[in-house]
C-alpha cells in the first residue's frame, strides 16, 4: 500500500481549513487539539489511514497517509466545505472563480496563485504589484514613496506595510481553498509545478519532484534549526534570525540537485498553479448545486444581476474584514497580557505554589526600536493606517 508522509505543516498547507491555517502560522504548533483533530479527519476523506508517527529522522510527529480513496468521503455532518465560510466573503470569492472559468477567458494555464488572484478579480493589479515588491526592494521602496507622497503613511511607519502586504498574501491561501473546492466539484484540475531559477544561465527551469523534495525539506530544516516561519521572516527582515537563517537557505539552495544528482546552482524557486478545466458547461450551476444551493433561484433569475452583486459583496466583506482584523490586532497590543512565571523551590515554599502570574500592559518605554511604527499602536492609530492602504490599494466602489 503506498503511503505518503507529510509534516504537520505540509498537511496544514493542504488539507487545512482557513481557521487551521491562521492558527498554524501564529503557533508553529496544535496549541488547540481539536483544529488538529479537524485536520485528521479531513484527511481522512481522502486516505483511508491516517496515522500520527514519530519520523525517521528530526523532531516532533509526522502524518502517516496511506490508502488513498477513489473518490473524496463527504463530511459526517453532511458539510462539504471544510470550514470554508469561516471567513465569510470566501463564499463569494468561489462564485467569482467559477464564474471566470466559466466564460473561458483565462490567459494562462499555469501561473503563480496572486496571479490567478488578479485574474478572478480576487485582488487589484496595484496589489499584485506590492506582493511582488516582497522579492524587490528597489520596488517597496517606490511603494512606500508613492505612500508617503500621498499621505497614507509617514516616516518611521514603513513596516506597517509589511503587515498590509501579509493580509494580501492571505488571499493566495483562500484562493488554493476556492480551488481545492472547484476539484472536489469536478470543474477544474489543479495542482502545482515548481519552477526554479539558474543563477549562471539566467533561464527558469520546471523542476523535478526530487530537486523538490530536496528544497521543502531545507526550508524545513533551517526553519526548525532558527526557530522561524514564513510568518516571522516575512514581517522581521531585519531580525538575526531572519538574516542567518536567508544565509544558510541561500547556500543550501544553490546546492540541490537535478535527477542526475548534477547541482543546479538555484538562486530562488516558486510555484505556479495549472488550471486544467474539466467540466465545460454550467460550471457556476454545478458548483451551486454542491457547495451553495441556497443561491441558486437567484443565480437563475438574473444571473448578470448575481454575479455583479457577488462581486461587489466580496469586495466590502473583504474590505469590512481588514479592518476587523487591524482593530482586532490593535485592541490585543494594548490589552492585557498574563505572564506565568515559575518559581525557584525556595519562593515555592514561601508563596505555596509552583507558578506564580502576573498581569502586565506593553509598554511605549519598552518599544525603542521601530518606534514610529510602534507609535501607531499607542496612539491608537494603528487600524486607521490598514484601512488607508487598503483604500489605497484595494477596489474602488462606484
Not at 505572564?339 to 515555592?348: G, M, P, R
Request: hydrophobic residues 30%; charged residues 30%; proline residues 2%.
Amino acid at each position: 500500500m503506498n503511503t505518503l508522509i507529510l509534516t504537520k505543516r505540509e498537511a496544514v498547507e493542504t488539507y487545512g481549513s482557513e481557521d487551521c491555517k491562521k492558527h498554524f502560522e501564529k503557533y508553529r504548533k496544535f496549541t488547540n487539539k481539536d483544529l488538529e483533530k479537524s485536520l485528521i479527519n479531513e484527511m481522512r476523506r481522502y486516505y483511508y489511514s491516517v496515522e500520527v508517527v514519530k519520523p525517521e529522522k528530526g523532531r516532533g510527529y509526522v502524518y502517516k497517509l496511506s490508502g488513498k480513496k477513489d473518490g473524496v468521503t463527504a463530511k459526517e455532518d453532511g458539510r462539504i466545505n471544510n470550514g470554508a465560510w469561516s471567513i465569510p466573503y470566501t463564499k463569494n470569492m468561489d462564485i467569482m472563480v467559477v464564474s471566470v472559468l466559466e466564460q473561458g477567458i483565462m490567459e494562462e494555464t499555469a501561473q503563480p496563485l496572486s496571479k490567478w488572484a488578479v485574474n478572478f478579480g480576487l485582488i487589484t493589479p496595484n496589489m499584485y504589484e506590492l506582493l511582488q515588491s516582497r522579492y524587490n526592494e528597489l520596488m517597496r521602496s517606490q511603494h512606500l514613496q508613492d505612500l508617503k507622497a500621498n499621505n497614507i503613511i509617514f516616516e518611521g511607519e514603513d513596516r506597517i506595510l509589511d503587515d498590509f502586504t501579509y493580509m494580501v498574501k492571505e488571499i493566495n491561501n483562500q484562493l488554493a481553498g476556492t480551488l481545492n473546492r472547484m476539484q472536489r466539484a469536478d470543474i477544474i484540475e489543479y495542482y502545482p509545478v515548481y519552477k526554479g531559477h539558474v543563477i549562471e544561465t539566467g533561464e527558469t527551469i520546471t523542476l523535478n519532484e526530487n530537486t523538490v523534495k530536496q528544497i521543502l525539506t531545507l526550508k524545513r530544516n533551517l526553519m526548525e534549526k532558527h526557530d522561524v516561519n514564513d510568518w516571522y521572516i516575512s514581517l522581521y527582515k531585519n531580525a538575526p534570525k531572519t538574516k542567518v537563517y536567508y544565509q544558510e537557505w541561500n547556500t543550501g539552495l544553490a546546492q540541490v540537485t537535478d535527477e542526475k544528482s548534477e547541482v543546479l546552482g538555484l538562486d530562488y524557486y516558486y510555484r505556479v498553479y495549472a488550471i486544467i478545466l474539466k467540466a465545460r458547461k454550467k460550471k457556476v450551476i454545478k458548483y451551486l448545486e454542491k457547495y451553495n444551493k441556497d443561491v441558486i433561484e437567484r443565480f437563475r433569475q438574473n444571473e448578470e444581476l448575481f454575479l455583479n452583486d457577488n462581486e461587489s459583496n466580496y469586495h466590502r466583506e473583504r474590505h469590512d474584514y481588514v479592518l476587523r482584523e487591524a482593530q482586532e490586532e490593535e485592541n490585543k497590543f494594548l490589552g492585557k497580557k498574563t505572564i506565568t512565571y515559575t518559581l525557584d523551590k525556595s519562593l515555592q515554599e514561601v508563596y505555596g505554589t509552583e507558578t506564580i502570574s502576573k498581569t502586565v500592559y506593553n509598554e511605549r518605554d519598552n518599544f525603542t526600536f521601530d518606534e514610529g511604527y510602534y507609535a501607531l499602536y499607542f496612539e491608537k492609530l494603528y487600524a486607521e493606517r490598514i484601512n488607508k492602504l487598503q483604500e489605497y490599494y484595494g477596489y474602488k466602489f462606484k
